[in-house]
């Protein structure tokens, strides 16, 4: 019962070396480039959520510091207030950074209208 045990895996990890790439390698290349178009819009969303992300992580710290520091020192708010909404801004443009290299990633793979 052991050897079959060992065996179940082997079989799995054989099927899916071998018989997979020969289903992929069978296509027709119009078949090929739809995969690849598939797994790059993937890709660019992905991008675009990991910039988004980081964006808001880092928005959210900056304006919770601000505040804080806002709160130990009313009298410190005007002096808090504008470099504040200048690293928001910077950090929003690394988020629209992202985007815009996700979507010219994206156009160099797509295929040009004819």
Known sequence: MSTMKKFGP????FASTMLF???ALAAGPDAALAGVQQYAAGGAGFAI??????GALGQGRAVAAALEG?????GSAP????????????????????????????????????
């Not at 470099?83 to 160099?108: D, K, Q």
């Open 21 to 23: 790439p020969a289903l």
């Open 49 to 54: 959520g990991i910039g988004v992300l980081g």
């Open 70 to 74: 806002i709160a130990r020192n009313p």
């Open 79 to 114: 002096r808090v207030q504008t470099p504040m909404i200048l690293g928001l801004a910077l950090i929003e443009s690394l988020v629209l950074l992202s985007f815009v290299v996700a979507f010219v990633t994206l156009g160099g793979v797509l295929p040009k209208a004819p």
């Open 10 to 13: 082997a079989a799995l990890a």
